[in-house]
């Protein structure tokens, strides 16, 4: 009877570890909601939406004043069977998040990005998190009748950190802050 009480006792720690692990895992990160691709005159513009979301760590950070940039990359490719894939387009973007705590204001700011500034942190990630009208391809540079691979990806870029907090982060890994790469079939 012993070993039942313990069996029973692993079994509800597993069973507990087993439904709790997502909600932690899920607990800070970036997951790529929705992407596509949509053809406005000659040129393809991307619009995707992502959930950023900050560890205890980063959101110390950056309410301390320590800016985070966040890299954002696309990539556009025509697969071949022959040979190796042929790259259309690769191209990334550079968003910044800070604090500005005279204000009381986190600023969103970066190349093709309207710089925003909002009052809770929740706003600023969505602002953060969402790609609205980034140009990427020409139309003439795709044929009719081919497919094509778009991969989009976001990363937290370390190397802009500090030098203390870059090795800090390179210790602890508690600055790791990357999407999954979402990767879709296109015919235009």
Avoid: C
Avoid at 18 to 46: C, H, M, N, R, W
């Amino acid at each position: 009877m012993p070993y039942l009480k313990k069996f029973k006792f692993w079994l509800v720690m597993f069973m507990w570890m087993g439904v709790s692990a997502p909600i932690f895992a899920a607990s800070e990160g970036i997951q790529i909601k929705s992407a596509e691709l949509k053809q406005v005159e000659d040129t393809y513009y991307l619009y995707a939406q992502m959930n950023v979301t900050l560890g205890p760590t980063l959101e110390e950070a950056i309410k301390k004043g320590v800016s985070l940039y966040f890299i954002t990359k696309f990539e556009f490719k025509r697969p071949r069977w022959y040979w190796w894939n042929e790259d259309l387009a690769n191209i990334t973007r550079v968003t910044r998040l800070s604090y500005n705590a005279l204000l009381r204001q986190y600023l969103v700011s970066g190349v093709n990005v309207h710089a925003r500034s909002v009052d809770k942190l929740e706003d600023a990630l969505t602002i953060l998190g969402e790609i609205n009208a980034w140009p990427v391809i020409a139309r003439d540079q795709l044929g009719k009748h081919e497919s094509y691979e778009a991969t989009l990806s976001m990363r937290l870029d370390t190397s802009q950190l500090p030098k203390p907090l870059q090795i800090n982060a390179i210790a602890t890994g508690r600055w790791d802050l990357e999407s999954a790469p979402l990767v879709w079939m296109m015919n235009p």
